[in-house]
């Protein structure tokens, strides 16, 4: 049984830094890509960030670019999402994921954006952490 387990969530003021972290198992953590989605009340599930396989290509939504660090350690079977310069509007219950694929290319629209699609039902999902910015 696959397991996604999220840690880090939390509540800080607006400038402030947290980092999620995400345990695997029950798949080949080392084979696949992961990534962070998160929803705020109200809109629907967005990506934020994605890792290949290997850690070697990365993906990051516009709002959180030069902000947001995403990394992986294979022989821990973790990665991790370092948030900095948070802002109120990153308020929302982040979601870890496992996607069925190696790199992130694949699972990028032509509009820059992750994308699951189809594959969405073919995505493993952690339980969810909130984080809260207070401004």
């Known amino acids: 049984q696959v397991q996604l387990v999220e840690s880090g969530g939390g509540s800080v003021q607006a400038g402030g830094s947290l980092r999620l972290s995400c345990t695997v198992s029950?798949?080949?953590?080392?084979?696949?890509?992961m990534g962070w989605f998160r929803q705020a009340p109200g809109k629907e599930r967005e990506g934020v960030s994605c890792?290949?396989?290997?850690?070697?290509?990365?993906y990051y939504a516009d709002s959180v670019k030069g902000r947001f660090t995403i990394s992986r350690d294979n022989s821990k079977i973790t990665h991790y999402l370092q948030m900095s310069t948070l802002k109120p509007e990153d308020t929302a219950l982040y979601y870890c994921?496992?996607?069925?694929?190696?790199?992130?290319?694949?699972?990028?629209?032509?509009?820059?954006?992750?994308?699951?699609?189809?594959?969405?039902?073919?995505?493993?999902w952690g339980q969810g952490t909130q984080v809260t910015v207070s401004s």
């Open positions: 890792i290949g396989w290997n850690g070697r290509n990365t």
């Open positions: 029950g798949l080949r953590f080392d084979d696949v890509a």
């Open positions: 994921a496992a996607f069925p694929v190696r790199e992130c290319a694949t699972i990028t629209n032509r509009a820059g954006i992750l994308d699951l699609q189809d594959l969405y039902d073919y995505t493993n």
